[in-house]
């Protein structure tokens, strides 16, 4: 599976960004995919994560601000990001099956 990650950029605090992640390959093997994120000189953290029967999960601190969804036709998952934070800036990584497979990260960059 491969993963391709989209939408990326810089935001002002408050401001919304999509990112919206494809995968190619042997997509009938997904069960799951998810967004992981990693600031400078931290951990890379859980941000979210969807199956493909449409459960969710979220990070305490983006409940409520953040959404993700999935097209299954186009095997394409997305994370509306909503009422960002500084503190959101970080790189963020999109994975497949809870970590098998991860795209390559894309920057966010929230200035206050």
């Known amino acids: 599976v491969q993963l391709q990650a989209y939408g990326g950029g810089l935001v002002q605090a408050g401001g919304s960004l999509r990112l919206s992640c494809s995968a190619s390959?042997?997509?009938?093997?997904?069960?799951?995919m998810g967004w992981f994120r990693q600031a400078a000189g931290k951990k890379r953290e859980l941000v979210a994560l969807i199956t493909w029967v449409g459960t969710t999960t979220y990070a305490d601190s983006v409940k409520g601000r953040f959404t993700i969804s999935r097209d299954n036709v186009k095997n394409t998952v997305y994370l509306q990001m909503d009422s960002l934070k500084p503190e959101d800036t970080a790189v963020y990584y999109c994975?497949?099956?809870?970590?098998?497979?991860w795209g390559q990260g894309t920057l966010v960059t929230v200035s206050s």
């Open positions: 390959g042997s997509t009938s093997s997904i069960t799951a």
């Open positions: 994975n497949s099956n809870y970590g098998l497979y």
